[in-house]
């Protein structure tokens, strides 16, 4: 079976940094371009990162540019999402998602065919 697991999330205060990592089994990893979504109380799921199965690409929201890098490393079936300068803002259930072979970084949720079960990351100001 298909299994995401996020990890990292957790509480950090203005300023800091967290590391998510996602890892992924059951699927070809290598073939999939992985996203970071987020989602707060009341809103809608938003795209956070996204890059592509070949690795030659990334692309971010840009409410995080310049703060967020994501990463991937194939030989562990895992991507990352490095988050610095964190804002209470970016508090949010933050999640993996697999997106197979797409020609291009999706930013809808409903492009991505396998789903993590969340993080939580909690920025206290």
């Known amino acids: 079976q298909v299994e995401l697991i996020e990890s990292g999330g957790g509480l950090v205060q203005t300023g800091g940094s967290l590391k998510l990592s996602c890892a992924a089994s059951?699927?070809?990893?290598?073939?999939?371009?992985m996203g970071w979504f987020r989602q707060a109380p009341g809103l809608e799921r938003e795209f956070v990162a996204g890059?592509?199965?070949?690795?030659?690409?990334?692309y971010y929201a840009d409410s995080v540019k310049g703060r967020f890098t994501i990463s991937r490393d194939n030989a562990k079936n895992t991507v990352y999402l490095q988050m610095n300068s964190l804002k209470p803002l970016d508090t949010a259930v933050y999640y993996c998602?697999?997106?197979?072979?797409?020609?291009?970084?999706?930013?809808?949720?409903?492009?991505?065919?396998?789903w993590g079960q969340g993080t939580q990351v909690t920025v206290s100001s």
């Open positions: 998602a697999a997106d197979y072979l797409p020609w291009t970084i999706q930013t809808k949720p409903t492009d991505y065919n396998y």
């Open positions: 890059i592509h199965w070949s690795a030659d690409s990334t």
């Open positions: 059951g699927l070809p990893f290598s073939s999939y371009a």
